[in-house]
């Protein structure tokens, strides 16, 4: 049973890099930094609800610092950890002590991943200019959270993990 736990770890490590890299590809219709869909929350939210929230919360760091080591750099992994850790705490608490549906769960997580992210862009940066995105950013967040929200609520119903009990 561990040996198929780690398996699936795996790969689902793996298909969150590999959305995470999708998502980079895909153009915005608003071209400003820090806007995307989000592919890769799609497996951690899948884990948060179909896993412990230790292996959700090691899949969902282990995504963020390779694909930072992979395509971002440190300032990359500085902003995407920050948000990162917010959302999945937001998420975690929202999914263990509350009973909201999925979607909510999402918007949250995706909002929370922005303030993470300008967090440390106004420690970095001008105040200015994050006064200036935020808005932006966190309509974005709130729309692609949604959308994230659907999805998973879909695949969390469909998919089926090989360590579920037949």
């Not at 890299?21 to 915005?28: E, N, Q, R």
């Not at 995504?63 to 937001?90: C, D, E, K, N, P």
């Amino acid at each position: 049973m561990k040996t198929q736990r780690t398996a699936t770890d795996g790969v689902l490590l793996a298909l969150a890099l590999i959305l995470g890299f999708v998502d980079s590809l895909i153009p915005m219709p608003i071209p400003i930094a820090g806007i995307k869909l989000g592919l890769a929350n799609l497996v951690v939210i899948f884990a948060l609800y179909r896993m412990s929230p230790t292996e959700a919360a090691v899949i969902s760091a282990a995504r963020v610092i390779l694909s930072g080591l992979m395509f971002a750099g440190m300032s990359g992994i500085m902003y995407s950890l920050a948000g990162a850790v917010l959302s999945f705490t937001v998420m975690q608490i929202l999914r263990s002590f509350t009973d909201y549906h999925v979607i909510v769960v999402s918007v949250c997580g995706s909002i929370a991943h922005i303030l993470g992210q300008l967090i440390v862009a106004g420690m970095l940066t001008s105040m200015a200019i994050v006064r200036y995105y935020a808005p932006i950013l966190l309509l974005s967040a709130l729309i692609t959270g949604i959308i994230i929200g659907m999805l998973s609520n879909i695949l969390i119903g469909r998919i089926k993990l090989p360590t579920d009990s037949a």
